[in-house]
């Protein structure tokens, strides 16, 4: 059983080194999930912040937690792409004709997805330091926005990857991250939900974003967390154990059928 571990481990950390050289080969990918967000960090603090009544003089602070799930949301969505090149060009059935954990390759593409989201994040924190943000939680709040933002990536990367096996064409691939990006916009990322109309506010009150956002700002600015927490946490698990689950179900499907 130790035996089996092992390999498993020492398989999944080649294709994680391969993945990431492909990362480092083309640094657009990071580059593109990068600035965007930080653009629109920029226009809304800087162009919009003015005339957004958030309830805090410092907007930045109330923006940040939604910017980064955007850049997650993005970058997950190169999982996707890169997942479906690999399937398209027979790389994975190449791959399980040689003797290396089959599970392995999938596992390859999730990591980098954690690692690559990872220094997006990163960035975005320190372009949000210049422009003002400043926070007063400890180590212990901020390990815990670790975790969530760890979560959530994992969740909605094992929702790419059942993109990116189950699409015909690479718009297709990438097209399901669409909708998560627009999500933080019908949230209270932006604005206070209590300025929506009511059917919107009703939406945006009971939508994952809200939850994690709300979990995420309240432990940055080291203020009691509440509900938000458990509720961001349950919406992620429940993501991310639906989405493992058929993933890796049409991964195994589609190794049978190779």
Known sequence: MEAVKKH??????????RSMRHITRSMDTIVTVTVMPIAMMLLFVYVLGGAIQAGTDNYVNYLLPGILLIA???????????????????????????????SAVLWGHVLTSLVSNAISVVVIILVALVMGFRSSAGILPWLAVTGILLLFTLALTWVAAIAGLSAKTVDGASAFSYPIIFLPFVSSAFVPTESMPSVV??????????????????????????????????????????????????????????
């Open 8 to 17: 498993f481990f020492s398989d999944m950390g080649v294709m994680l080194g």
């Open 72 to 102: 997650i949301a993005s970058g997950v969505s190169y999982t996707a792409f890169r997942l479906f090149t690999d399937v398209q060009r027979g790389i994975i059935e190449r791959f399980h004709t040689m003797p290396i954990s089959r």
């Open 201 to 258: 506010r009703a939406f945006a009150e009971n939508q994952p974003v809200t939850a994690i956002v709300e979990a995420i700002r309240a432990l940055l600015s080291d203020q009691p967390v509440g509900n938000d927490i458990w509720i961001a946490l349950a919406w992620c698990i429940g993501i991310l154990l639906v989405a493992y689950f058929f993933a890796m179900r049409m991964y195994k499907k589609g190794v049978r059928n190779n």
